[in-house]
């Protein structure tokens, strides 16, 4: 029989713009159960519809554009009382599931709660992160609440744009902690604890009741610094870009990283975008200037023209795919071999980074991951609700990959797929970076 455990757990605004409908100072930020009467929560969603119609290129076709209206009007149409925050939300993200882009998105702002649950999410199972009174690192999670982790990743496919079961990995790992999702999937038992059942490296079974609390400063403020790297002695430096910020700070770690790289006689440098949430694509140019990459062909990127992407600056209606020639650093440039590395959490540029890596031959594609869905849209636009002050971004792009027809897969399958294992996560091993010491 399962071990039950209670853990009482103690966890210690829109400006004015252009593309926001309100012009207070500061947004307020509202509870997850603070409520709005029907005119607010119809004129939100109102506002939320038009914005994707003008903006976004799925829309922009008449008879997506026709059958989108005719669908988001029933959304609306529903909401005949008062609703509150979270409902607001999960009505938005559902009029976005009609177009189903990742990158078109709501964002979660209201003050929540959280549960202690830290874990990471593979293809092969999810397990424990951090020990947590009777959670201990390398548990496997068997099932949250009532429901297992199969019914789970289904579940938030239906709530969250997404593209496959890696999308909903990483939806369920940055999010399930939060109140608000876990009531959404009913995750919640009738004295306000959510059970964890997991199997330890033993085969011990055991269920913990965890409970919630208020999120700490600490607990919210991302843990990761835009670059940073490692070169070691043998030959293999590792180059962490988690975003993609082309500053002097940037440009001064690059030069350092090069002339330890080949201080050290490094022959494999691997481009490491496994957190990398995105941001400016030309780091990727910066970052081959130190190497013997002569050339490279970039993402073919169709911009729809609207006065919000105007006021954006996104005023060329098309980037066709070219060639871009490489204007080297002067000086010893790198010629050893090169590697990107990505996961479920590599998103948006970050993606588009590790494309042109493997079309261009540039280097090889490692992952934990057999697969990421290739973006059909980005170069978002934010935007901000009027009444419940929901931030969402809309895209404003059609991206097509180097080498792009139609008979190609749209999936970014990786040159080497390594597969994690309990004892990794119970060891704290970087599976990923171990490998790739033991086989260069």
């Not at 876990?182 to 964890?196: A, E, H, P, Q, T």
């Not at 990107?340 to 998103?347: A, G």
Request: aromatic share 12%; glycine share 4%; net charge positive.
């Amino acid at each position: 029989m399962a071990l039950i455990v209670l853990i009482l757990s103690m966890f210690g605004g829109c400006k004015k713009d252009k593309n926001c409908s309100t012009t207070v100072t500061e947004r307020k930020i509202y509870g997850s159960n603070d409520v709005f009467n029907e005119y607010k929560v119809q004129q939100d969603l109102k506002f939320v519809r038009d914005k994707l119609i003008e903006v976004h290129p799925y829309v922009y076709n008449t008879v997506n554009k026709e059958k989108f209206y005719s669908e988001w009007n029933k959304i609306i149409e529903s909401c005949t009382n008062s609703m509150t925050y979270d409902e607001v939300y999960f009505k938005i993200l559902e009029g976005m599931k009609l177009i189903n882009d990742m990158n078109t998105t709501a964002f979660y702002d209201a003050k929540t709660e959280k549960i202690p649950l830290y874990f990471t999410w593979k293809e092969n199972g999810a397990w424990i992160t951090k020990n947590v009174n009777y959670l201990n690192v390398g548990d496997e999670i068997i099932k949250i609440g009532n429901k297992s982790m199969y019914e789970i990743l289904n579940e938030i496919q239906e709530i969250y744009p997404s593209k496959d079961e890696v999308d909903a990995m990483y939806f369920a790992t940055s999010q399930i902690r939060n109140r608000y999702l876990l009531k959404k999937l009913g995750l919640i038992d009738s004295k306000g604890r959510v059970s964890v059942d997991v199997i330890s490296s033993n085969n011990d079974e055991k269920i913990v009741m965890l409970n919630f609390a208020k999120a700490i400063d600490s607990d919210v403020k991302s843990k990761y610094k835009n670059v940073s790297y490692v070169v070691n002695n043998n030959g293999v430096a590792i180059l962490r870009l988690n975003r993609c910020v082309n500053d002097e700070n940037y440009r001064n770690t690059l030069q350092k990283f090069f002339n330890e790289c080949f201080k050290n006689n490094v022959k494999y440098i691997a481009l490491d975008l496994r957190k990398n949430v995105g941001g400016d694509i030309s780091v990727l140019n910066e970052f081959l200037k130190f190497t013997d990459i002569k050339q490279y062909r970039t993402f073919d990127v169709k911009y729809r023209t609207s006065k919000e992407a105007k006021a954006e600056g996104f005023k060329n209606k098309l980037f066709r795919s070219t060639k871009v020639k490489i204007k080297h650093k002067e000086g010893n440039l790198y010629s050893g071999k090169l590697m990107v590395l990505v996961s479920s959490e590599t998103r948006n540029e970050g993606k588009q980074i590790a494309v042109i890596f493997k079309e261009n031959n540039i280097g090889k594609v490692i992952s934990d991951c057999t697969g990421l869905y290739i973006d059909d849209f980005g170069k978002n636009i934010k935007f901000i609700t009027p009444n419940t002050g929901i931030r969402f971004v809309v895209s404003t792009a059609v991206l097509k990959k180097p080498y792009y027809n139609k008979r190609d897969s749209n999936i970014l399958r990786p040159d080497e797929y390594v597969r994690y294992k309990q004892k990794d996560i119970m060891d704290v091993k970087d599976t990923i970076i171990e490998w790739i010491n033991t086989h260069h």
